[in-house]
Nanobody, 115 residues
Framework: QVQLVESGGGLVQPGGSLRLSCAVS????????MGWYRQAPGKQRELVAT???????NYADSVKGRFTISRDNAKNTVYLQMNSLKPEDTAVYYC?????????WGQGTQVTVSS
């Protein structure tokens, strides 16, 4: 059983930064891709950023230039560096891992951007 555990959420002012972490209970190379999704109140869950096993990155248009996804292979951890945060970035952020046979999700971490 694979577990994904997020951390790093919180309350930040507009223009501020946060870094989210996702610790994976086994090698991240067991995943074809890792990513971050978010879900705001009353809205559907949406893709934020992904990174493939080969290192290719993909971002939602709304976060390009502000967010960066990365990974530490030795720590089996995926990060989401979020800069220039806006109130519309407020959401629960979920870590996601994709394997051939199934997907895995973390429990989510709340990010609130407010003055």
């Amino acid at each position: 059983q694979v577990q994904l555990v997020e951390s790093g959420g919180g309350l930040v002012q507009p223009g501020g930064s946060l870094r989210l972490s996702c610790a994976v209970s086994r090698s991240i190379f067991s995943m074809n891709a890792m990513g971050w999704y978010r879900q705001a109140p009353g809205k559907q869950r949406e893709l934020v950023a992904t990174i493939t096993i080969g290192g290719s990155r993909n971002y939602a248009d709304s976060v390009k230039g502000r967010f960066t996804i990365s990974r530490d292979n030795a720590k089996n951890t995926v990060y989401l560096q979020m800069n220039s945060l806006k109130p519309e970035d407020t959401a629960v952020y979920y870590c996601h891992g994709a394997r051939v046979e199934r997907d895995y999700w973390g429990q989510g971490t709340q990010v609130t951007v407010s003055s």
